[in-house]
């Protein structure tokens, strides 16, 4: 059965860091694309990070030079480590991951507060 699984969200203070990490089940995993996209309540969701099977990165404006995705095929894993975060990062955090089949995993939620 294919699944994402992600972990790592939580509370920070604005500043802090959050390291995100998604594990991959019943897929090959080195064969998918694989991105990071975050739901904040009220909008639409959105990508911030994602990984070609090669390794090629892609980020939007919004969180470049503070986010960074990161693979591990012999682990089935994609991390978002995730820097200098701001109130406005808050949201439920999703793995997808894209091959012939798209899927997703379960949200994973980060709230950036003081």
């Known amino acids: 059965q294919e699944r994402l699984v992600e972990s790592g969200g939580g509370l920070v203070q604005p500043g802090g860091s959050l390291r995100l990490s998604c594990v991959a089940s019943?897929?090959?995993?080195?064969?998918?694309?694989m991105g990071w996209y975050r739901q904040a309540p009220g909008k639409q969701r959105e990508l911030v990070a994602a990984i070609t099977r090669s390794g090629s990165t892609d980020y939007p404006d919004s969180v470049k030079g503070r986010f960074t995705i990161s693979r591990d095929n012999a682990k089935n894993t994609v991390y978002l480590q995730m820097n200098s975060l701001k109130p406005e990062d808050t949201a439920v955090y999703y793995c997808?991951?894209?091959?012939?089949?798209?899927?997703w995993g379960q949200g994973t939620q980060v709230t950036v507060s003081s």
């Open positions: 997808n991951g894209r091959f012939t089949n798209t899927y």
């Open positions: 019943g897929i090959s995993f080195r064969l998918y694309s």
